[in-house]
């Protein structure tokens, strides 16, 4: 009865079947892993000191930005240059713009420093003049993915919608650290930026999307399974009833001026019609 699995259109079925099935599962368990490792980084920074609580080290010796240096303070000594609005970021629950100023550093190279926030509307204030000596909390460039980056274009030549080194070296004409810094004191009229977690790290929305994910992978895996069998199963009781003599009703033919309407079949109309009348339903003699 089962010999149907070994035709051509049975033996693709069956392989697409095994490949499907280890697929999700390591794309689940993938998820999953993710998820663990997020958990594990958030028990980890249960017991880890506040970044911002530790001495302050220059900034050279904190790069590049990760888990362990995002949050710490960094010092450089530069003077101020040209300086850029970040719009649309929330603070405190308000929209307005970051006020990003770059620092140019003593090795040439450019420092943005978030010196605080403005409202909608607000003129910000002008940087300090000459050699100046930042302190702030230390921070990961910004991604197309981070909260309130713009990423639309048309934007005035004195704004920016992400902070990252990419989308300044092509308005400036210097190098700029793959990192920028935010003041914890801010200037007169702005407002402090606190400090961001660093990405991929601790239980937020996304850690349990990855849970999602995970669980839905798993359900694919077990939905593969249950298609093959219930085809199989269907394809074993036609063929059964085959067997058996046991045939569909043919479908009702419509007939049009005594022909068979389109999508009939004269066939199907001669196998309907009782044994022993003809095609005007008149007995045969």
Known sequence: M?????????????????????????????QLSRFEDRVAT?????????????????????????????????????????????????VDGKEGSYVLTLLRTDGGKALPVVRGWLPHGAKAP????????????????ENSGTDGAYTGGGLPADQI????????VNVVPYPVYDAWITLPQASAGLKAVPAAAPPNSGLDLKSFQNLGYTGEWFVFAGFVVFMWFRLAR?????????ELGIVPDPEPVTVVD???????????????????????????R
């Open 126 to 141: 002008a940087p300090p003049k000459g050699a100046v000596e930042v302190t702030g909390s230390l921070q990961a460039s």
């Open 2 to 30: 089962y010999r149907f699995l070994l035709t051509p259109r049975w033996l693709g079925i069956t392989v697409f079947a095994l490949l499907a099935i280890p697929f999700c599962i390591f794309m689940g368990s993938w």
């Open 258 to 284: 005594g022909e068979p309407a389109a999508g009939g079949s004269g066939t199907d109309e001669a196998a309907a019609r009782p044994a022993g009348y003809g095609a005007d339903s008149s007995p045969v």
């Open 42 to 90: 958030h028990r980890t920074d249960e017991h880890r000191p506040d970044p911002a609580r530790q001495a302050s080290a220059p900034l050279d010796s904190l790069l590049p930005v990760n888990l362990d240096t995002s949050g710490r303070q960094a010092s450089a000594t530069g003077k101020y240059g040209r300086q850029f609005l970040v719009p649309d970021r929330v």
């Open 161 to 168: 919608g992400i902070i990252s080194a990419a989308s300044l």
């Open 234 to 242: 269907r394809e074993a009781e036609a063929l059964r009833d085959l």
